[in-house]
């Protein structure tokens, strides 16, 4: 069991393809794209060696956390409690440009006020606590470096939980594709956030 500090890192996976640009949400298949693996690949050489890889079921995460843990001879766990926003289902499948049509104001709902979504299946606050539960649950049984690799907003909101910065703040400064959180770990909240980076489009292209 972990004691003391320790390094956390939450990961984005990588750029997905999705040439038809709709929301994927939690729907199988939606790999990541040539782009989306080099990434993982460039990100995977500045993670520490053997390391618990846990990620979300997703073929994305999972696909990202593979080829991290082949680069860094880590150990790979899937956990469902680091999938997508339940928010996220209830768009899949739609294309974002139609999203103002299909559901009218929903997604300037989202962007502007995260905090009160009425519509979605499931609440910021709901999403926090989970992915929040996630990592605290793992970190007490890993000893070593822990990698979670889930998704934008379950990640940005496990984030903002952990650095005790308030859940409206969603929408600012988010972790880009195969974008790396590192954070020290505490006994209590504020957890330190050491530094936030992903791999420069013209490094992977």
């Not at 650095?163 to 972790?175: A, E, F, H, Q, Y």
Request: net charge negative; with cysteine; aromatic share 8%.
């Amino acid at each position: 069991m972990n004691t003391g500090l320790c390094t956390i890192y939450l990961v984005r996976h990588g750029e997905v393809s999705n040439p038809e640009h709709i929301v994927y949400a939690d729907l199988p298949g939606f790999p990541l794209s040539p782009t989306g693996r080099r990434q993982a690949e460039y990100v995977a050489e500045r993670l520490p060696d053997h390391p618990t890889i846990v990620a979300s079921p997703l073929d994305r995460a999972v696909e990202t956390a593979t080829i991290i843990a082949e680069s860094r001879s880590g150990r790979i766990f899937v956990d469902d409690s680091l999938t997508e926003w339940g928010l996220s289902t209830r768009w899949a499948g739609h294309p974002w440009d139609t999203l103002d049509e299909v559901f009218p104001g929903e997604l300037a709902a989202y962007l502007e006020h995260p905090m009160d979504l009425p519509f979605s299946p499931e609440s910021l606050t709901e999403l926090a606590k989970r992915i929040e539960g996630a990592v605290r649950g793992h970190l007490a049984i890993t000893n070593g470096p822990l990698i979670l690799v889930s998704h934008q907003d379950p990640i940005q909101a496990a984030r903002l939980t952990f650095t005790d910065r308030p859940l409206s703040d969603l929408n600012r400064d988010k972790p880009q594709h195969a974008g790396v959180i590192e954070l020290e770990a505490r006994s209590t909240v504020p957890w330190f956030e050491c530094t936030m980076w992903a791999p420069d489009h013209h490094t992977v292209s």
